[in-house]
């Protein structure tokens, strides 16, 4: 197995030939059911998606530390007018694997397509769900803080004497706050939505999504220098967010067009990456 490259062939194929527990984060979003008519991929019926997708993830569990994680961003198909329940199902056989459904994300597109149908809105959001291996794993929560707004200035300039201890729940939840533990703070842990574009710098793939994406979940999940797995790297993205993010990457793309797409998208981002480096060398020796 080697890192910082994307391998061509067949995933499940591929996986079989890499060490176990050696990968520390998985970020994928596989082949939609019954895929676009244009697409060079195959298409996966969705009666048979479970199946089809059940033998890679066992070989993704394989792989993955036993502090890793998997996201998985997907989203099921509407026929007929009734949402299919593939993805309800393949959680469920997920976990007769032995993952664990730890979370789910929301990935909520700020600028979807607009468009009219006979029983739904615009579709304005996917799923990115989270399995891991292990109750306990590697989780660095500090790394996507986000500011708490400027609500704070004025909600935590007076504080009450309510303020200053803690507020149960009214409806005996067990939950509770103390505001006071906010004076002086800038920053708040974020929510399970992530607000992002669907606008991306590739045109030569059907199906991509924003780099930020993949960049949010790499720092909440890996430390530098981890190693991070696409097994349907497609146009490259998730390579080019760990090259950003000084994470090393490994990518299988079954398709001959998207590989040599993905491999001159990542060639173009360790160029940029080596001339920014030169630039700063060169900066440091003056």
Not at 109 to 137: I, M, Q, S, V
Not at 211 to 220: E, G, R, S, V
Request: hydrophobic share 35%; charged share 25%.
């Amino acid at each position: 197995m080697q890192q910082d490259r994307v391998y061509l062939g067949d995933c499940r194929a591929v996986l079989e030939t890499f060490p176990a527990a050696s990968i520390d984060l998985i970020f994928t979003s596989p082949p939609y059911a019954d895929n676009r008519r244009k697409s060079p991929y195959t298409g996966v019926g969705i009666d048979a998606y479970v199946e089809w997708f059940l033998p890679i993830s066992n070989e993704l569990r394989r792989v993955l530390k036993p502090d890793g994680s998997f996201v998985l961003n997907i989203k099921e198909r509407a026929i007929h007018g009734e949402r299919q329940t593939y993805v309800l199902e393949l959680i469920l056989r997920m976990k007769q694997q032995g993952w664990r459904w730890t979370e789910e994300y929301i990935w909520h597109k700020k600028n979807c397509y607009p468009g009219k149908w006979p029983n739904r809105f615009r579709d304005a959001w996917e799923r990115c769900l989270h399995f891991t291996k292990e109750k306990r794993f590697k989780m660095f929560q500090d790394a996507v803080m986000v500011p708490m707004g400027n609500w704070r200035e004025k909600r935590l300039s007076k504080l009450s004497d309510e303020d200053l201890v803690r507020h149960e729940s009214n409806v005996s939840s067990g939950l509770g706050r103390k505001v006071s533990n906010w004076v002086g703070r800038r920053l708040a842990y974020p929510t399970n939505v992530l607000y992002l574009s669907t606008e991306c710098s590739n045109r030569n793939h059907g199906a991509t999504f924003p780099k930020a994406l993949p960049t949010w979940f790499i720092h909440l999940f890996t430390r530098k220098g981890d190693l991070v797995l696409d097994p349907f790297m497609g146009s490259g993205t998730t390579a080019i967010a760990c090259i950003k993010t000084n994470r090393h990457f490994i990518g299988i793309e079954v398709t001959p067009q998207y590989y040599e797409v993905a491999c001159q998208a990542i060639e173009r981002e360790k160029a940029k990456v080596l001339t920014t480096n030169l630039h700063s060398s060169a900066g440091c020796a003056k």
